[in-house]
């Protein structure tokens, strides 16, 4: 049914197939427009919903790969079937302009159409075979094939500041169903609505693709617990994350905790530091504090991979780029954050790092409900060093300067960083000798390494790591980005002697 958001959600879950409805609602908290009612989730659900999920796996775990494209592509085509409708309830809950759900939208359905690829193509495989060798001396050799196999039901929970390609059927979901892993979304309590038509277009292409129903449920959120359980669920064998360092943790030590632990890819908190190496400062100090002061305030700040610290050796290029991105963020106009707790640990972050020793604001704020206007702050490197609250993430469009004394400083600084998402060297061909000193310093802290550019905005694609040693993620071998990220959830398995005709189809 349609409303003056194009679409008016039912508010139930979706438990392999059905909509389904629990006795208690939360009432959804949208940026704009009306607010709906949504069935709360709880712990049954989330049992019916894993044991469908295994019931799933034993016909979807072995279906082709061309099967699973071409679910994949439905699922695609459900959702731009539906565009008008999702861009106007995601606008409604998160706030976020329709430009910015429009290309999410896009680049949704395009990391599903790239999945489809990828499977086709199946590289990701990883097949080997050692032939038999039976007249090898002293002991013959048996015949061992590898293969990547899924590894049964994944848990996904969903992002709030990515309503839709971090979310229901986001890059966790998309990759896990490609490797053949039945999903079960946990909602997030910012979009509910924006997860309903989501799997209302899952839902469809499941009808379509003739596959198995429990292959996805949706549970809705508002209460803790449906988390917990889903997690520690003894069915399911790993779950996919993004959201905040605390809850991050909690979950992760639930997966370890377990009597079968089981991987938990959190995806936590980054600061995502920048490095001003000093002939890119004596050249364009001034750019590059424009293009930071935009790279901060883009989407509220609230992007994973958004640089909140620059480090920059004290002096007149420093003085430059601090006044550029100073006069670029007086123009930021307030913008709307996506929930009313984000804005509120927005307003505690700037606080904390106000109340640090040796800090000066060269931007304060003031924040009413649930708008962002920046902050931005300037520390010497040695106040820094001391006070790890000044290296925490905080969500939203604030910046802090680290000034060193010199490159020796500088590297101290990247050294004492814990691990990030991203580091990014601003540099010329003169600074080279440093950041051949500087690159092995920050490979070992980020998941991905930038020269002379922002690192907000992640390319999908066969070469992007989206992860970084801990908090970045909880997981360093991994990506949540990009299509190595399929390989979470996916286990090699060697076949022994195994019959040609009984062999998975995909090692014959
Ligand atoms: P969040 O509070 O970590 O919530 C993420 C998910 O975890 C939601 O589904 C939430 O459920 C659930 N959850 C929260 N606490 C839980 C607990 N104690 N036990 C079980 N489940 C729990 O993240 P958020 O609400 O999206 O944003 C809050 C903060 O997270 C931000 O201020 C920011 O610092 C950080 N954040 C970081 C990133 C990143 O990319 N690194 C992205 C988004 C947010 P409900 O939906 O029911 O609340």
Not at 43 to 72: H, N, P, Q, S
Not at 117 to 146: K, T
Not at 276 to 287: G, K, N
Not at 408 to 429: R, W, Y
């Amino acid at each position: 049914m349609l409303d003056e958001t194009g679409f008016r959600p039912h508010g139930k879950h979706l438990i392999a197939g059905e909509w389904v409805a629990t006795g208690q609602t939360f009432r959804s908290s949208p940026a704009h427009g009306a607010a709906h009612d949504f069935s709360v989730g709880t712990v049954d659900l989330v049992d019916r919903a894993c044991r469908a999920a295994e019931a799933a796996f034993a016909a979807y775990g072995w279906t082709t790969r061309a099967a699973r494209a071409a679910f994949l592509e439905a699922i695609a085509d459900e959702i731009d079937a539906r565009g008008d409708a999702i861009t106007a309830i995601g606008t409604s809950e998160t706030g976020l302009p329709e430009a910015r759900l429009v290309g999410e939208r896009g680049r949704t359905t395009g990391q599903l159409r790239l999945f489809a690829r990828h499977i086709l193509e199946g590289g990701y495989l990883d097949r080997r075979h050692d032939p038999a060798l039976p007249d090898r001396q002293p002991l013959p050799r048996p015949d061992i094939r590898l293969m990547e196999r899924p590894i049964g039901p994944v848990a996904v929970f969903g992002a709030s500041n990515f309503p839709l390609a971090f979310s229901v059927a986001g890059g966790d979901t998309a990759s896990a169903l490609a490797a053949g892993c039945p999903v079960v979304v946990k909602g997030h309590s910012a979009h509910p609505g924006t997860g309903e038509i989501i799997a209302e277009a899952i839902h469809a292409a499941i009808g379509r693709c003739g596959m198995p129903a429990g292959v996805f449920s949706l549970v809705q959120g508002g209460r803790r617990d449906v988390g917990q359980a889903l997690v520690q669920h003894e069915l399911i064998k790993a779950v996919g994350f993004t959201g905040s360092l605390v809850a991050g943790r909690i979950l992760f030590d639930l997966c370890a905790a377990r009597p079968e632990p089981i991987p938990f890819f959190g995806e936590l908190g980054s600061v995502n530091p920048m490095f001003l190496l000093p002939e890119a400062v004596t050249a364009r100090a001034e750019a590059i504090g424009r293009g930071w002061a935009e790279s901060l305030s883009m989407g509220a700040g609230q992007f994973c991979t958004n640089p909140g610290i620059a480090v920059v050796i004290e002096g007149e290029g420093a003085g430059t780029f601090a006044s550029a991105a100073i006069s670029a963020l007086r123009e930021v106009t307030p913008q709307i954050m996506l929930t009313d707790g984000i804005a509120d640990a927005y307003r505690e972050g700037a606080g904390r790092i106000a109340a640090g020793a040796g800090v000066r604001d060269l931007i304060t704020s003031v924040c009413d409900g649930r708008e962002a206007k920046p902050f931005l702050f300037r520390v010497a490197a040695a106040d820094w060093l001391g006070n790890h609250d000044l290296r925490e993430e905080v969500f939203g469009p604030l910046g802090l300067i680290v000034t060193v004394r010199d490159t020796e400083e500088m590297l101290a600084v990247a050294k004492s960083f814990p691990g990030q998402l991203t580091a990014t060297m601003h540099m010329d061909a003169d600074d080279a000798a440093f950041a051949r000193r500087l690159l092995p310093v920050l490979e070992r802290k980020a998941g991905r390494v930038l020269a002379n550019g922002f690192p907000t905005g992640v390319e999908v694609c066969d070469a992007m790591v989206h992860g970084g040693p801990y908090p970045a993620s909880t997981n360093f071998g991994a990506t949540s980005v990009g299509t190595m990220s399929i390989r979470r959830f996916l286990r090699p398995v060697s076949y022994q002697n195994i019959p040609q005709d009984v062999l998975p189809d995909d090692l014959v």
